[in-house]
């Protein structure tokens, strides 16, 4: 075997690796604090040891794995306050990215989301089948974000599905997240930006409040207040940023772009009377 082709399948090696032990980590095959054997890995995957290090590697650069010198390689935790991060990232980022592509959206985009909206509806009591069809509804427009844009946002779905896989259980979500996203579909078909801004808001803060109060009740949101307030948008919460279920929501602008909704984490109200 020539010089260039060990390189090439060593590097296809890596890649396969790589993909494989992420999947199985993003997905729940592997729990948060499990610990990674090289020896048996590389048994069970029929590799060396040398690729599986470089995979290991890479999912360490990815946040997925933690490396402890002489106790070996474990499965990272799953951290409400970085599943909080991630979503006030995104509510930052995505919602005026989608309200700036709307119209650049073709018929086709469209198609697709509806079929993956209604494979959503399909295998709504189907977990792992529910969130693959749900993140592929979000991709047909992501792929059509800058290349940065789209790769911070990537970054972050996948932090955002682990969480879910080992925390998506409560009753109501594939409903209100059905919901919301045909509110989002049919404000896109109507070319309708500010709508489609206003309600990928929502439904990332609904997402957001759902996913760590389920892992944690008790929990006390702080870097996602603080992108509320920076798109003034208002959760009633307690001083110590705990936020009780339903809570309400509103803009602090009145404009009228928000279908009625109200889901299992959060009741939609119009802004309060401005005083004389």
Same mark, same amino acid.
């Given at each position: 075997?020539?010089?260039?082709?060990?390189?090439?399948?060593?590097?296809?090696?890596?890649?396969?690796?790589?993909?494989t032990?992420?999947? &199985?980590?993003?997905?729940?095959?592997?729990?948060?604090?499990?610990?990674?054997?090289?020896?048996?890995?590389?048994?069970?995957?029929?590799?060396?040891?040398?690729?599986?290090?470089?995979?290991?590697? &890479?999912?360490?650069?990815?946040?997925?794995?933690?490396?402890?010198?002489? &106790?070996?390689?474990? $499965?990272?935790?799953?951290?409400?306050?970085?599943?909080?991060?991630?979503?006030?990232?995104?509510?930052?980022?995505?919602?005026?990215?989608?309200?700036?592509?709307?119209?650049?959206?073709?018929?086709?985009?469209?198609?697709?989301?509806?079929?993956?909206?209604?494979?959503?509806?399909?295998?709504?009591?189907?977990?792992?089948?529910?969130?693959?069809?749900?993140?592929? =509804?979000?991709?047909?427009?992501?792929?059509?974000?800058?290349?940065? =844009?789209?790769?911070?946002t990537?970054?972050?779905?996948?932090?955002?599905?682990?969480?879910?896989?080992?925390?998506?259980?409560?009753?109501?979500?594939?409903?209100?997240?059905?919901?919301?996203?045909?509110f989002?579909?049919?404000?896109i078909?109507?070319?309708?930006?500010?709508?489609?801004?206003?309600?990928?808001? =929502?439904?990332?803060?609904?997402?957001?409040?759902?996913?760590?109060?389920?892992?944690?009740?008790?929990?006390?949101?702080?870097?996602?207040?603080?992108?509320?307030?920076?798109?003034?948008?208002? $959760?009633?919460?307690?001083?110590?940023?705990?936020?009780?279920?339903?809570?309400?929501?509103?803009?602090?602008d009145?404009?009228?772009?928000?279908?009625? =909704?109200?889901?299992?984490?959060l009741?939609?109200?119009?802004?309060?009377?401005?005083?004389?």
């Open positions: 075997m020539t010089a260039s082709a060990r390189r090439t399948r060593a590097g296809t090696t890596v890649d396969s690796l790589y993909r032990l992420r999947e &199985r980590i993003i997905s729940g095959v592997y729990s948060p604090g499990h610990r990674l054997s090289q020896e048996q890995l590389a048994a069970e995957l029929e590799v060396s040891r040398t690729p599986l290090r470089e995979a290991l590697q &890479r999912l360490e650069a990815d946040n997925l794995v933690v490396a402890h010198a002489n &106790r070996g390689v474990y $499965v990272a935790p799953v951290v409400n306050s970085e599943t909080e991060q991630n979503y006030a990232l995104r509510l930052l980022v995505e919602p005026p990215t989608v309200g700036a592509i709307v119209t650049t959206l073709r018929d086709t985009d469209i198609e697709e989301m509806q079929t993956h909206l209604d494979a959503m509806r399909e295998y709504r009591n189907h977990s792992r089948r529910f969130q693959e069809a749900h993140q592929l =509804f979000h991709d047909v427009v992501v792929v059509r974000y800058p290349s940065t =844009f789209a790769n911070l990537r970054s972050l779905h996948t932090m955002i599905y682990r969480h879910q896989s080992v925390y998506l259980s409560h009753a109501r979500t594939p409903d209100d997240f059905i919901d919301s996203d045909q989002f579909l049919d404000a078909r109507q070319r309708n930006a500010p709508s489609a801004r206003r309600i990928m808001e =929502f439904h990332l803060i609904d997402a957001a409040i759902g996913l760590v109060l389920d892992a944690d009740p008790d929990h006390c949101f702080d870097s996602l207040l603080l992108a509320l307030r920076g798109r003034e948008i208002v $959760v009633e919460h307690d001083e110590q940023g705990h936020i009780d279920r339903p809570a309400p929501i509103y803009w602090i009145s404009d009228p772009v928000l279908p009625e =909704f109200t889901t299992s984490n009741i939609l109200l119009a802004p309060p009377a401005k005083s004389e």
